[in-house]
């Protein structure tokens, strides 16, 4: 997957909506091997099996969104749960929406959900410091004027504007990211964690790059080929 981003990034384009249903197996064949992980309640039930891909070459799709660098720049892009805080904000964006999205779907891949299961921009945003803890100062007040609404005297108007008890609730269930990823990995778990945190950075000049990600020791130590 962030190979794919290199390749696309070198060529000045940026996808917006990356996101599990676009990026694809190349090949339908998987191989079955017992889940030991998934024990049956009695012998008559069997074995319980998961499917693994024989190959794991993917493609990226939907490419309907896409935009050069130098386009002008829609407002709102990538899939909600996807998406980049600085697009939230409306502080304009760039490759770096991308590597978010990346960060996101890896985490899913890592837990089985949606890292945030959201569909509301405020909630969204409390979610994001929940999992990585708060928003940079200079981002929330550089918040564009419909973005204003999100933050009151220099912080998230969170829970104070919170829409629901039962969005405060979503929010509050949330695990930091490490913790997140602990309950799931138990090999290379500090690697996945580190890259994961460099991938989800705020401020999107920060953020790794495709080529710097791919650089990462979680990619260039042997133990990744077994995530």
């Known amino acids: 997957m962030t190979e794919m981003e290199v390749v696309m990034h070198d060529m000045r384009l940026i996808h917006t909506d990356l996101k599990p249903e676009n990026i694809l197996f190349v090949s339908p064949e998987y191989v079955k091997i017992p889940d030991y992980k998934v024990t049956s309640r009695s012998p008559k039930e069997g074995m319980f099996y998961k499917r693994l891909p024989k ?30 805080p600085e697009v939230i904000l409306g502080l304009g ?4 929406c991308d590597i978010w999205s990346v960060g996101c779907i890896l985490v899913e891949l890592c837990s089985g959900e949606a890292l945030f299961q959201t569909h509301e921009n405020l909630e969204h945003l409390a979610m994001m410091e929940r999992v990585l803890g708060p928003l940079p100062q200079n981002m929330l007040k ?5 973005a ?22 979503a929010v ?32 999107p ?10 650089r990462h020791p979680f990619f260039t130590r042997d133990h990744y080929r077994r995530f």
């Open 93 to 96: 964006w760039s490759y770096p």
């Open 55 to 84: 190959s794991s070459a993917i493609k990226v799709i939907d490419f309907g969104s896409t935009a050069y660098e130098h386009q002008e720049h829609n407002y709102i892009v990538s899939t909600r749960h996807y998406r980049a």
């Open 148 to 169: 204003e609404k999100y933050v009151k005297r220099g912080r998230l108007d969170w829970p104070e504007g919170a829409a629901s008890r039962d969005s405060i609730k």
């Open 142 to 146: 550089r918040a564009e004027r419909h």
């Open 205 to 214: 000049s920060n953020r790794l790059t495709a080529h710097e990600a791919l």
């Open 172 to 203: 509050l269930k949330l695990p930091r990211l490490q913790n997140l990823i602990m309950q799931h990995v138990d090999h290379s778990a500090g690697d996945l964690i580190d890259l994961l945190q460099a991938l989800l950075r705020y401020d």
